[in-house]
């Protein structure tokens, strides 16, 4: 079981990874759409709270047309799903190793 949950916590970096380039990649479009206060606002809420990744994914879906960036937030979408399940698993592979499930 360890080495399971060893290869699901390397997805799971592997995909923040990913994550953090398509958030980049977002902010760069809102940069260049002019949308400059809102990219600014992201900017300061990721460094002070973490919750600009989220507005910025918000924000992204919210102008998909604007920035014709339909299939950077579909990858998004996607990439954050999985890596959502993955950490899922990874934690009840931990629970169920320490016990807490039966």
Not at 29 to 49: I, N, Q
């Amino acid at each position: 079981m360890e080495g399971i949950a060893l290869v699901l916590l390397g997805l799971c970096w592997v995909l923040g990874a990913v994550n953090i380039v398509c958030f980049i990649m977002v902010l760069a479009k809102m940069f260049r759409y002019e949308d400059v206060g809102l990219a600014a606002l992201t900017l300061v809420l990721t460094v002070c709270s973490g919750v600009g990744v989220f507005l910025g994914f918000v924000a992204g879906w919210m102008n998909v047309a604007k920035y014709d960036a339909m299939r950077l937030m579909g990858f998004w979408t996607a990439v954050s799903f999985a890596q959502f399940m993955f950490a899922i698993a990874y934690a009840l592979i931990q629970l169920k190793a320490e016990g807490a499930l039966n």
